[in-house]
């Protein structure tokens, strides 16, 4: 894997954002993550503005990690992974607490993956890892490269294993990115991290 | 498109003080992340390239600091926005406000005023605006005066219609309003008895008592201490069996106000003890 991150940095937070096509994936990437996690793992993806969404629910069959939705002004743990919820923007402030948000979607999207990525970015700087999955629109390219130029991590999904691949494929052409890889690397990726 | 981040956490502190300390808007217990990004999409808008030059501009030309107050609070906003909520206002919150002789309501934060429209419809539908007054506040002057007037784009009535319907809505939406062109107006009959006036939370105190307040997706803004602050201005403010209603993922829950308080089953609404 190429990077040239310093060996003293420690991960302080996983972002992982997706759009179509990327449930599937996701749900098979879950259960393979290690339980003692040193950092928390956010998950930013786009669906509809549905109060009743039983999404967190679903990931929650799918890892033995706790899943919460993301609540305002939540301190993020590490070992818990946090959904962001539908309709709102999910921000970062510089002490592990999350902030939501209600402005103008961005992509069409709130969540938008974009916002999320630049947030954290800012927030956590070389600390954060951002990974981008299967997708039909273009939200989280500009994101991945502000993580990149706050010297971060960044992880692409191969775009030829993804649902749809139009996402990961922008990303890989716009960005610098650290590693592009297969599902089943996943494991070996994250869980050294 | 994603605005590029011009501003340091240090240069945000001090351009905070600087409105503080000229102008009287305290922003400075205002969620961070947040500021971070309507600044930078305010020197996208207005053409800044640097911190430098937003600040130099803003000190001297006091009459960009409405625009300035405009822009970086966020003023997005629909009617009967969440319609699950404004079904629980209708069910289980309308019946017992009709118990009062005269009801108050307090909208705080009502931004361009969608949600104080959807309120006058919901109490005109209960039988109840003739005896209803609702303070619609806000902090910025110019979304009152867009509120007050009552018009909104046409193009968002398909989705103010199913947001109605599903809220329990019988009329036929359209009732409400006169299209004209690409705007809605909306029936003057329908603002008669709403308020629209400046209220700052941050700096302003209560200003008179209701048996329903509604802050919806406002205290996501602000930090942990600020919301505290508010929610004690809420309190007093909140006659006793009176309703706090607050948006979808906001809640009292860990503040000072979770002991006296009662959640109406799921829905995001508390009712005042005793």
Same mark, same amino acid.
């Given at each position: 894997?190429?990077?040239?991150?310093?060996?003293?940095s420690?991960?302080?937070?996983?972002?992982?954002?997706?759009?179509?096509?990327?449930?599937?994936?996701l749900?098979?990437l879950?259960? @393979?993550?290690?339980?003692?996690?040193?950092?928390?793992?956010v998950?930013?993806?786009?669906r509809?503005?549905?109060?009743d969404?039983?999404?967190?629910v679903?990931?929650?069959?799918h @890892?033995?990690?706790? +899943?919460?939705?993301?609540?305002?002004?939540?301190t993020?743990?590490?070992? @818990?992974?946090?959904l962001?919820?539908?309709?709102?923007?999910?921000?970062?402030?510089?002490?592990?607490?999350?902030?939501?948000?209600?402005?103008?979607?961005l992509?069409?999207?709130?969540?938008?993956?974009?916002?999320?990525?630049?947030?954290a970015?800012?927030?956590?700087?070389?600390?954060?890892?951002?990974?981008?999955?299967?997708?039909?629109?273009a939200?989280? +390219?500009?994101?991945?490269?502000?993580?990149?130029?706050?010297?971060?991590?960044?992880?692409?999904?191969d775009?030829?294993?993804?649902e +749809?691949?139009?996402?990961?494929?922008?990303?890989? +052409?716009?960005v610098?990115?650290?590693?592009?890889f297969?599902?089943e690397?996943?494991p070996?990726?994250?869980?050294n991290? | 498109?994603?605005e590029?981040? *011009?501003?340091?956490?240090?240069?945000?502190?001090?351009l905070?003080?600087? *409105?503080?300390?000229?102008?009287?808007?305290?922003?400075?217990?205002?969620?961070?992340?947040?500021l971070?990004?309507?600044? !930078?999409?305010?020197?996208?808008i207005?053409k800044?390239?640097?911190?430098?030059?937003?600040?130099?501009?803003?000190?001297?030309?006091p009459?960009?600091?409405?625009?300035?107050?405009?822009?970086?609070?966020?003023? *997005? =906003?629909?009617?009967?926005r969440? /319609?699950?909520?404004?079904k629980?206002?209708?069910?289980?919150?309308? /019946?017992? $406000?009709?118990?009062? /002789?005269?009801?108050?309501?307090?909208?705080?934060?009502c931004s361009?005023?969608?949600? &104080?429209?959807?309120?006058a419809? $919901?109490l005109?539908?209960?039988?109840?605006y003739?005896?209803s007054?609702i303070?619609?506040?806000?902090?910025? /002057?110019?979304?009152?005066?867009?509120?007050?007037?009552?018009?909104f784009p046409?193009?968002?009535?398909k989705?103010?219609?199913?947001?109605?319907?599903?809220?329990?809505?019988?009329?036929?939406?359209?009732?409400?309003?006169m &299209?004209?062109?690409d705007v809605?107006?909306?029936?003057?009959?329908?603002?008669?008895?709403?308020?629209? &006036? =400046?209220?700052n939370? *941050?700096?302003?105190?209560?200003f !008179?008592?209701?048996?329903?307040?509604?802050?919806?997706?406002?205290?996501?803004? %602000?930090?942990?201490? $600020?919301? !505290?602050?508010?929610?004690?201005?809420?309190?007093?403010?909140?006659?006793s069996?009176?309703?706090l209603?607050?948006?979808?993922?906001?809640?009292?829950? %860990?503040?000072n106000l979770e !002991?006296?308080?009662?959640?109406?089953?799921?829905?995001?609404?508390?009712?005042?003890?005793?």
């Open positions: 894997m190429a990077s040239d991150r310093k060996s003293d420690k991960v302080e937070l996983l972002l992982m954002g997706g759009s179509a096509g990327s449930l599937k994936v749900l098979s879950l259960p @393979t993550l290690r339980q003692d996690l040193a950092f928390p793992v998950i930013i993806l786009h509809k503005a549905d109060p969404s039983m999404l967190d679903l990931l929650r069959n @890892t033995k990690l706790p +899943v919460l939705e993301a609540e305002d002004k939540m993020l743990q590490k070992g @818990t992974i946090y962001a919820p539908p309709d709102y923007h999910l921000l970062f402030e510089s002490n592990k607490l999350v902030s939501l948000d209600y402005s103008e979607k992509n069409y999207s709130r969540p938008s993956i974009d916002v999320s990525f630049q947030s970015a800012l927030a956590c700087r070389d600390k954060l890892v951002a990974i981008l999955l299967s997708g039909a629109n939200d989280g +390219v500009e994101g991945l490269k502000c993580v990149k130029s706050a010297d971060g991590l960044v992880f692409v999904q775009p030829d294993t993804a +749809v691949a139009y996402m990961p494929r922008q990303a890989i +052409v716009h610098k990115v650290d590693a592009v297969k599902p690397h996943f070996g990726l994250i869980n991290l | 498109m994603l590029p981040n *011009v501003i340091k956490d240090e240069e945000l502190e001090i905070l003080n600087d *409105v503080f300390s000229v102008y009287g808007y305290d922003f400075t217990q205002y969620s961070k992340a947040s971070k990004r309507r600044v !930078n999409r305010i020197c996208v207005d800044f390239t640097s911190f430098a030059e937003l600040r130099y501009h803003l000190l001297h030309h009459e960009y600091l409405q625009r300035f107050v405009e822009e970086i609070t966020v003023n *997005v =906003t629909e009617m009967f969440d /319609p699950g909520f404004f629980a206002l209708r069910d289980k919150v309308l /019946p017992q $406000l009709g118990t009062y /002789p005269f009801i108050r309501i307090w909208l705080a934060g361009t005023g969608e949600e &104080a429209y959807s309120m419809i $919901l005109r539908e209960a039988n109840l003739n005896r007054l303070y619609a506040t806000d902090l910025n /002057p110019g979304v009152l005066e867009k509120a007050a007037k009552g018009i046409i193009a968002q009535m989705l103010y219609s199913e947001n109605y319907m599903l809220s329990g809505g019988l009329q036929d939406f359209s009732s409400y309003y &299209a004209n062109y809605a107006k909306f029936d003057t009959k329908l603002s008669e008895r709403i308020i629209f &006036a =400046t209220h939370l *941050v700096s302003d105190s209560s !008179n008592e209701f048996q329903l307040v509604v802050c919806r997706n406002v205290l996501i803004y %602000f930090d942990k201490e $600020l919301q !505290n602050q508010v929610f004690t201005l809420f309190d007093e403010s909140l006659d069996l009176g309703f209603a607050l948006g979808a993922k906001e809640t009292i829950r %860990f503040s !002991n006296r308080y009662k959640q109406l089953d799921t829905e995001k609404i508390w009712r005042k003890n005793m």
